[in-house]
């Protein structure tokens, strides 16, 4: 980021803080900060040197829009989002359900001419508008692990997973869980990065139809689509489905690539009772002829809906799973072996704790290709790299770089998987890269995938006990969540009935 | 229940909405058609549900087993799976299906009726409470009889506000399960903060180091060889005057060559021991010392009263805990001590059983040392609240689990404690170190304390939100409800069909007060 570009991201930072001090979240924040840009952008489009047709209709645009104050200001702001939020399009997604919630007009005022006015915005190159609003997302994600930061997948996690598929401009991708978007972004961005001479064609698929992405909740639909329009993909139509829920019905057409990182997040199982008074099955569990198994655990469901996803030649999935998606019996059992057995699922690599928003996750990375229908297993060999046994992260004081991926990237060989070597072997029990064939994984009770084989040095070793500021950075962090989850549930008893 | 219901709400006995072991029906099940299987021990306590239910054919298990269909409640009926809380809707059931202990009652809600509302009502403990009071059997076979659970109250609300309130519920336990496992995370954290600021200490990285200071400062400083230096003169000084005192005692002149007669203590192998800070140097604990004294090796007589004997069990985590002391006379302490008088500020460590606890003599006891363990003085120059760190250590723990001998338990040789390699700082540093190391643990203890009794509060919080929501507090009214009467009933009037024209038992219902 060039130096105009930090100040701004910086200013844009420094007023989440006024704001919070008003009550606001950061993540609210993000929210009212796009509403505002877009307005602004949708306007510079209008003007020279673009002249575009006018998107924002004119009560509601953002000249309108900046030249109220006070209670004037508060007013027009609340029938502009309202407004806005029936429209189709680009336009509809971003003002989803959207709300206003600054408190004090004087400082919606102060957004809107300080912060946002100032700047023409659309000049700005992908790279610096695209990199400001990725740093204001990253760093809500920091401040509410388990709020805004669950949808928020680490970045080195994403680029890594995107540098071992090697997506190019044929490829169609999907993420069925966008989050904000990064996955795609990434993938966009590795593309264009990769083949820098296109034919129009392949130009025009790339900007329009190389990623589509899926996003249940609003708010994080809103975030995904700005960033996507921010990082100048998709035209007039954004490859967005917003508000929908991926696993509710199968879908209709299939990628070449999935990239994706499910919600980790307690599965929902419940008996309830339909008008009539007769039991019947919370929707919680989908029903899909496509399915293995009936769940209502969320990683399995999309594991399941990815498999789909993909084209049955040469489809090809990235996904982040939990621990027990690899260990889990009953259902996790039965899904294994259909996975197995259908796609060659080739590499499997566990990812180091302290690394994630969300405190406590333990996840790893499955990549895997689907092949077409036979009567063989398709899984010949399942490569495991071990990247979390004895390495520790944390969110502030270590955080996880790209570069801590290097080791892994050079023993996947991407393009070339049919030329891998292993790290490890009896005589170099450290080694991290370590393969295992069918007939020993078709062994493990429960076709168990939590695969293992480093020394884990335990605490009376102390030579791999991270520094006590590592460790009160951890504690805090835990503190941090045990306080907002026990805040949540103090207001919901709080809110005295009649 | 002696909180006033909401006005559309009634208080029932669970008989009335709810079948209690209602006879099997003909199954008509294919022997083959495999069903889930719910032992005792794959239903969780309270709201932790069912892990791992078994998958088996049903010819294997048509027998001997209670049956139940999906969205019964089964509930543990026998001590102490029943005070447990196991309790649970079972569901999802392959093929609708299930069977499992015989030590469940089956509890089938009836039309309108959440299984939800009645399994929740059953994880409150204070219900639990008073199902215990009403177990009847023989000792260790007591079991919860099906009346009692039939005529236990339970608050009702209609069917669409029940819709409403379980999943609120069970998104507020979550949440607080979630805080608890977070609490338990740090609870794990702590122990390891502990160990990661004892290993900082010792290497030199707690405090800014003596050669540091000295060199902002622009003064000199005594280094830790340079102590090292004076005490083994100190020491050798004691030795010979402690020598002439003796040969003086029995009026004996001493020998030409009798001091090279002292044993100069031996210095550490610093061969695979890692480099150490500006200013200090490696001494073994014979160096430091000036008394490092083994157990008298014979087990010490017990009385009922007297000096507290301390065994390895009584040293941990640093301390020496006088709660739980066996005792011994005070002639037997005289014998047991007569090597070396125990004195306070000593350190008692251990050699086995387990290996490498430490702790300090407190300010005015007079302890009898036990079996297993060594006696390490301080040199003058030497704090003992420093050794005691080195002692306990990361870095030490995994040196004597090195160096430790014997294939059945592991255990440390006398010589093997002489020869413990400390790392030492100058001695203005080790006061740092001290000091900062205290403050620290203070403040771990107090963390230690604050989290146990948060995780505990947890648990009471849970409780807590179940008995607020059987109150009708945890989600607002919505007047469209329609009253639970009428639900009530519709029960009854349906009974009424089903049973063929005979009326339910009469029971005592309890009515809802109005409130005001």
Redesign the interface.
Known sequence: MNVTASQIGNRVWNMAHVLKDDGLSYLAYVEQITYLLFLKMSHELTQKPYKRPVVVPAPYDWPTLSSKRGAALEKHYQETLENLSQKKGLLGIIFLKAKPEIQDPAKLHRLIHDLIEPHTWVSMTVDVKGAIYEELLSRTAKESP?GAGQYFTPRPVIDAMVAAMQPGPDDTICDPAAGTGGFLLSAHDYVVKHHPKLNPDQMRHVKDDLIFACELVPTTARLCAMNLHLHGIGGKSLPLLAGHDSLATKPDRTFSMVLANPPFG?K??????DDE???E?EQQ?PVRDDFWI?T?NKQFNFVQHIHTLLKTDGGRAGVVLPDNVLFE??GGETLRRHLLKSCDVHTLLRLPTGIFYK??VKANVLFFDKKPGSAKVQTKKLWVYDLRTNLHFTLKQKPITLGDFDDFLACYRPGALHKRKPTWSKDNPDGRWRSYDWAELEKRDKLDLDLTWLKDES?????N????DE??D??IQ??Q??LE??T??AQ??T???? | MSNPLPKNWVEVPIGEIAHINPPLDRCLLDENTEITFLGMSSVLPEHRGISEPGLRPYREVSKGYTRFVEGDVLVAKITPCMENGKVVVAAPLTNTIGCGSTEFHVFRPRPGIDPGWISRFLWRSDIRHLAKTHMTGAVGQQRVPTAFFEDLTIPVPSTSEQRRIIPILDDTLAKIDEAEEALERVRCNLDRYRASVLKAACEGRLVPTEAELARQENRDYEPASELLKRILIARREAWEKAQLEAYAKKDKTPPKDWKSRYLEPQPPDTSDLPDLPEGWCWVSATQICAQVVDCHNKTAPYSGQGIPLIRTTNIRGGKIDLQQTKFVTETTYNHWSRRCPPEPGDILFTREAPMGEAGIIPDGARLCMGQRMMLLRASEGILNHYLLIALGSPDMMNHIFQNSIGTGVKHLRVRDVEGLPIPLPPFAEQQEIVLEVERIISVHGELERFVAVNRQRCHTLCQSILKHTFSGKLVPQDPADEPASELLERIRAQRRELEGGTTPRKRAVRRTKKSS
């Open positions: 388990s307690k929902g199982s419940m008996m309830s009772l008074g007769n039991l099955r569990i009936g209502s019996g009953g405190p406590g605490i009376e070793d102390g030579s006990l991270p520094e006590p460790l009160a951890e504690m835990d503190l969540n045990a989850l026990l949540e549930v919901v008893v809110k005295r009935p009649v």
